[in-house]
C-alpha cells in the first residue's frame, strides 16, 4: 500500500457495546477507494456489527453505545450536522436476507429517489430511464422488463438480492456494503451476484463480509481479518491466504475454528 | 410401554374431537341464533309486511291505533350518522395512536399505553351511555348552544370512545406483524421515519389495518346500551349532528320488552335484527373481497 492510496472508510479506535456486551474493540481500519474489501472472521466475531456501524443502521437498536471515530470520505459520521438520509444515500447496503420492499420491482428501483428527491413529481420518464439503467446494469433488465409491476417479494431470491443491488445505484453511492449477500442464494446465484460485484467494482467502494473463504477470495483485493471483535489482520487477499503474517488468521484461513 | 402409548393416543384423539366440537359449535351457534331470529319474524315477513315501505319509509309509528306504519329508514339514517361520525373521528385517532404506539414509543411507554387502552376497552357500554347522559349532554349544551345535548354528535363521540382501542390493538398488532427487514430496508436507502411509515408500513400492513377499521364499524353499528342513552331517542332523520337520532339497535333494545309477544310490532323488531344481521354480513364480506383483491395483486 503506498502512501498516496485514497481511503474511503477509516476508523480510529472504534468500540462498541450492546448493553454492556463488547462487541467491537479499538477497530482502527483504513478501507481503500474503489476496491473490494472482504471482511472475514468467525461467526459472531462482529463483522456485520462493524459493516452496519458504517451507515448508522446500528442505531436502530436502542442498547448501542459507541465510541470513536469513523470517517467517510474525511467526514466524521457521528459529528451533530451529519444527516442520516444523506449519509445513508451515499452508502448503500446490501443484507444478507434478500429484502426487497413489498411493493413493485419498479417503485423498488425507485424507491430511493422518491425518498431523497426534493421534487414532489419526478418525470415518469426521467424514472422509466433510471429503472431499465439500473436493471441493466444488475444484469437483471431481460429478466424483469415484463415483470416491473409484479411484487418483488415474489421473485426468486437471486433475482431479490439484485435488486436489492440495483436500488442503490440510482442514488449514485459511494459506497456499498454487503452483508453475506450470497448467504441465502444456490450456487449458481452466487456466481451471478459474485460477477455482478466484479462490474461493479471500481466504480463504486465495495466492503462485503462472508464467512466463504472461497468467496473473499475470488471476489476481494483487499482483506480483513476479524476475531472477537478486534482487527487481526489487513492485507492484500493473495498475501493473507498465500502468506498469513499472523498465526490466528492462519488457523482460521485453514478452518481451525468454525 | 404398550399401554402408555395407546393411552396417548386415546387422549390425542380425544383432544382432537374436543376442539373440532368446539369449531364445529361455533357454526352451529351462529346459524342457530340467525334461525332464531329469522323465525321469530318470519311470520310478519313474508305475510303483511310491505317491504318497500319498510326500508323506504322514516315514518315509525308501531303503536299507532288507527295506522300502524313500520319504516325504518329513520332508524337507518341514525345508526348511519352516528356510526359515520365516530368512524370519522376513532379511525385518525385510533390508526394514528396504534402508529405511536408500534413505531415511536419507547418500551416503558408502550406498557403504559397498553394498559391505558385496555382499561378503556375494559369499561362496560352502560357506563359510557352514563357519560353522555350527563357530562357530554350538558358540555354539548354549553358548548353549542343547543336545547339538548342528546344528538348525534354525543352519540358518535362515545361510539368513538368505544372503538378506538380495537382499531388501536389490532392496527398494532398489524403494524408489529410487519417484518422488521422492511423498516430496515427502508431507513438504509434513507427514508426518514415518515417516509418509512407512509411509503412501507402503511401498505405492508393495509389489510391488518383495514380490519381493525371494520371491527371498529361493527362494534359502532352494533352497539346498543350507550347510543340508547346518548342520542336522545328521536326517530327523525337528522339534519346536522346537533340532532337527536335513534338507532336500529336502540329501537329494539327499547321496545322489544313492550311489543305483546307475536304481535305484528314484535316481529317487526325481530326483522330489524335481521337487517343488522344482514348489514354486518355485508360489511364482513365487503372487508373479505376487499382483503382478497389487496392479496391477488
Ligand atoms: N442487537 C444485538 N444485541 C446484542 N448483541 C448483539 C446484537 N447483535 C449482535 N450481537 C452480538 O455481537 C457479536 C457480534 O455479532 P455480529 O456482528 O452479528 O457477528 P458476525 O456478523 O461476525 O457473525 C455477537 O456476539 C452477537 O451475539
Ligand atoms: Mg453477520
Redesign the interface.
Known amino acids: 500500500m503506498s502512501n498516496d492510496t485514497k481511503y474511503t472508510i477509516t476508523t480510529d479506535k472504534l468500540n462498541l457495546w450492546y448493553g454492556d456486551f463488547q462487541a467491537l474493540i479499538n477497530v482502527t481500519v483504513n478501507i481503500a477507494d474503489g476496491i473490494i474489501t472482504g471482511l472475514i472472521g468467525p461467526s459472531g466475531c462482529g463483522k456485520t456489527t462493524l459493516l452496519r456501524c458504517f451507515n448508522r443502521v446500528n442505531e436502530r437498536y436502542g442498547n448501542v453505545t459507541t465510541t470513536g471515530e469513523i470517517l467517510i470520505n474525511g467526514k466524521n459520521i457521528y459529528d451533530d450536522d451529519v444527516s442520516l438520509p444523506e449519509l445513508r444515500k451515499a452508502i448503500g447496503m446490501v443484507f444478507q436476507r434478500p429484502n426487497p420492499l413489498p411493493i413493485s420491482v419498479y417503485e423498488n428501483v425507485v424507491f430511493g429517489l422518491r425518498v431523497h428527491s426534493r421534487r414532489k413529481n419526478i418525470k415518469k420518464s426521467e424514472m422509466d430511464e433510471v429503472v431499465e439503467k439500473s436493471l441493466r446494469e444488475v444484469f437483471l433488465w431481460d429478466d424483469l422488463k415484463d415483470k416491473l409491476d409484479k411484487k418483488a417479494t415474489g421473485l426468486q431470491l437471486e433475482q431479490q438480492q439484485k435488486l436489492c443491488i440495483a436500488r442503490l445505484l440510482p442514488l449514485k453511492p459511494d459506497i456499498i456494503l454487503m452483508d453475506e449477500p450470497c448467504s441465502a442464494l444456490d450456487s449458481e446465484s452466487t456466481r451471478a451476484v459474485e460477477e455482478l460485484m466484479l462490474t461493479l467494482a471500481g466504480k463504486y467502494t465495495i466492503v462485503i463480509v462472508t464467512h466463504n473463504m472461497a468467496q473473499a477470495r475470488r471476489v476481494s483485493d483487499e482483506c480483513i481479518f476479524m476475531l472477537l471483535g478486534e482487527i487481526m489482520e489487513h492485507t492484500r487477499t493473495e498475501e493473507m491466504f498465500l502468506t498469513p503474517k499472523n498465526p490466528k488468521t492462519a488457523d482460521y484461513i485453514e478452518g481451525r475454528y468454525g | 410401554m404398550g399401554n402408555r402409548k395407546q393411552l396417548e393416543i386415546i387422549t390425542e384423539s380425544a383432544i382432537e374431537w374436543l376442539i373440532r366440537i368446539c369449531g364445529i359449535s361455533a357454526i352451529l351457534f351462529v346459524f342457530g341464533i340467525f334461525f332464531f331470529v329469522f323465525r321469530e319474524g318470519a311470520e310478519f315477513l313474508f305475510g303483511g309486511l310491505d317491504l318497500w315501505q319498510f326500508l323506504t319509509s322514516p315514518e315509525w309509528y308501531p303503536t299507532s291505533v288507527s295506522q300502524k306504519r313500520y319504516g325504518v329508514l329513520a332508524l337507518m339514517a341514525g345508526t348511519a350518522s352516528v356510526t359515520l361520525l365516530s368512524m370519522a373521528i376513532a379511525v385518525p385517532f385510533g390508526l394514528g395512536a396504534a402508529i405511536y404506539v408500534s413505531e415511536f414509543c419507547?418500551p416503558k411507554a408502550k406498557e403504559t399505553f397498553k394498559i391505558v387502552i385496555e382499561l378503556l376497552a375494559a369499561i362496560p357500554s352502560v357506563v359510557w351511555g352514563f357519560i353522555g347522559l350527563t357530562l357530554m349532554n350538558e358540555l354539548i349544551i354549553t358548548l353549542f348552544d343547543a336545547p339538548i345535548g342528546l344528538t348525534v354528535l354525543n352519540g358518535g363521540i362515545i361510539l368513538a370512545l368505544m372503538s378506538v382501542p380495537i382499531i388501536v390493538s389490532i392496527g398494532e398488532d398489524a403494524l408489529k406483524a410487519v417484518p422488521d427487514?422492511?423498516?430496515?430496508?427502508?431507513?438504509?436507502?434513507?427514508?426518514?421515519r415518515w417516509?418509512m411509515i407512509y411509503?412501507?408500513l402503511l401498505?405492508?400492513a393495509k389489510n391488518g389495518l383495514l380490519a381493525a377499521v371494520l371491527l371498529g364499524v361493527a362494534r359502532a353499528v352494533g352497539e346498543t346500551m350507550a347510543v340508547l342513552m346518548a342520542t336522545g331517542h328521536a326517530v327523525k332523520i337528522p339534519g346536522s349532528v346537533l340532532d337527536s337520532v335513534r338507532t336500529l339497535t336502540a329501537t329494539i333494545a327499547a321496545e322489544l320488552g313492550e311489543a305483546p309477544v307475536a304481535s305484528d310490532h314484535y316481529q317487526v323488531l325481530f326483522i330489524i335484527g335481521i337487517l343488522l344481521f344482514t348489514i354486518t354480513f355485508a360489511v364482513n364480506l365487503i372487508a373479505d373481497l376487499v382483503v382478497k383483491g389487496i392479496k391477488e395483486?
Do not use: I, K
Not at chain 2, 427487514?181 to 426518514?192: F, K, P, V
Open positions: 419507547g427487514s422492511y423498516r430496515e430496508a427502508a431507513e438504509a436507502l434513507g427514508s426518514t417516509q411509503r412501507v401498505p405492508a395483486q
